[in-house]
Structure formats: structure tokens, C-alpha cells
């Protein structure tokens, strides 16, 4: 568990989702970027494409970014990952084509103070379902599948697998329309006691905000692929 969960509980609040805060020569800077940047992970199984937004590609736009978060959300630090030459990661892109199950972005050192995220979408179709349900451990993927739960042998930055969120919560069934209408890709049986908080639909030129303690996950409904930007903040 996180050391200073007292500090983390006063910095949470509702999601926040804020329209119409970057341009369409903006969108079209970040995705630009995007095809720029090398490949990180390509998970044929997950059928996932994962870029590293490394620092110093684009100036200009870590600032545009930098500036619209910092008056948001007040002061902050990018909380990074390294590259193979100690270079800040400052976020993370992703292009699925398949929803990205159940999972907490805590961050991985229990000593920092951790603040909020962000999703920037840069295709216009998708959803991503945030719950009212916080865990204060490590980055987690939530899941039942033994197979998944098995893995232990985890590389630098990958998120552990738990079952735990199911003993931290009430015991209550998964609302079964909710589940059906944007869930279907996870087992009702994983989402016990869950509530969901808030659904954002991606909408190009909005950014998402949520704490970093929520849970979440995408919805089930894509067309085809979608490409998001995700960031890290802590104090």
C-alpha cells in the first residue's frame, strides 16, 4: 500500500472532462507525433501498439500540454518512467483494437504522493468507463483468469495481476445493463461490487482528468482502432 494514502485521499475528487481544450492543429501535432515516435510494445495477443512519448520530440507541444494541465490541476510533476538512457517517459500512447481490461495506474514506488491522469484521445470513437472504486497499492491489472494471475516474472514498468479488488469491496452483483451495454469484453465476475462513476466519451479536442487511485478500464464499443495519450501526474 501507498505510504502517504492520507495526502493521496485529500488530493482525489470527481473525474473531469474538459471539451473543446485542444485545436484540431493541435491533434494533428500530437498524432503527427505519434507515427513519429518508435514502437515500445506491439501485444499481437492484446492487439495493442504501445509508443513511448519521449521527451524533447516535440517541444513545442510538451509545453501546450504542460501549460492547459498546470491550470487545471494546479502544480504538479510528471510522474515518468525512464528509457534505456535514464530519459523521462512522459507518457504513453496506445493504439487498440481491442478493449484494455480492468486496471489501476497507482504508479510504482509506494513512496510518492500520486495525483491525477489524463486521456487524450486522438480518434474520435471510443469510451472509457471510470469507477467509483479506488485501490491504493501498484499499477494492477484486476482479473480472475488463473493464466493471468500466474505471471510474476513482470518487466520494468508492467502492472501486476491481482484478483484482490474482490475482497476490498462489497460483495454486490455488477449492474447486468451496465455490463451489457459497455462491458461485455469483461466477466460479470470480475466487476463484483464495482460502481461505475463516470463514462467518457472520446471526443476529439477533450481531455479526461481522473485520480490515479480509480479504477477503470475501456469500453467495449470501438470501430475498428482508436489512439489515446495517456499521462501521469504526482506532488
Given at each position: 500500500?501507498?505510504?502517504n494514502i492520507d495526502k493521496i485521499k485529500k488530493l482525489e475528487g470527481s473525474p473531469l472532462i474538459l471539451k473543446n ?71 504513453l500512447f496506445q493504439e487498440s483494437y481491442n478493449p484494455i481490461g480492468l486496471h489501476v495506474d497507482a504508479g510504482f514506488n509506494l513512496n510518492e504522493i500520486i495525483y491525477k491522469q489524463t486521456l487524450i484521445p486522438l480518434t474520435s ?111
Amino acid at each position: 500500500m501507498h505510504k502517504n494514502i492520507d495526502k493521496i485521499k485529500k488530493l482525489e475528487g470527481s473525474p473531469l472532462i474538459l471539451k473543446n481544450l485542444f485545436t484540431k492543429t493541435e491533434l494533428e501535432k500530437f498524432l503527427n507525433l505519434y507515427h513519429t515516435l518508435p514502437t515500445t510494445v506491439h501485444n499481437k495477443k492484446q492487439n495493442v501498439i504501445k509508443k513511448r512519448w519521449l521527451k524533447d520530440y516535440n517541444e513545442e507541444l510538451e509545453n501546450i500540454f504542460f501549460n492547459k494541465l498546470k491550470k487545471e490541476i494546479g502544480e504538479f510533476k510528471m510522474d515518468n518512467l525512464k528509457d534505456e538512457n535514464n530519459e523521462d517517459i512522459l507518457g504513453l500512447f496506445q493504439e487498440s483494437y481491442n478493449p484494455i481490461g480492468l486496471h489501476v495506474d497507482a504508479g510504482f514506488n509506494l513512496n510518492e504522493i500520486i495525483y491525477k491522469q489524463t486521456l487524450i484521445p486522438l480518434t474520435s470513437k471510443g469510451s472509457t468507463v471510470i469507477f467509483k472504486n479506488k485501490f491504493y497499492g501498484n499499477s494492477t491489472n484486476f482479473t480472475i483468469d488463473e493464466n493471468e494471475l500466474k505471471i510474476k516474472d513482470l518487466k520494468y514498468g508492467q502492472n501486476q495481476r491481482s484478483s484482490e479488488h474482490l475482497k476490498l469491496f462489497k460483495k454486490k452483483l455488477f449492474n447486468k445493463e451496465d455490463h451489457e451495454k459497455y462491458l461485455k469484453h469483461e466477466k460479470i465476475e470480475n466487476l463484483s461490487g464495482l460502481e461505475i462513476d463516470t463514462i467518457y466519451e472520446w471526443e476529439l479536442g477533450s481531455m479526461l482528468i481522473f485520480d490515479r487511485t480509480r479504477l477503470h478500464c475501456s469500453s467495449s464499443l470501438i470501430e475498428g482502432k482508436k489512439i489515446g495519450l495517456t499521462t501521469f501526474t504526482k506532488k
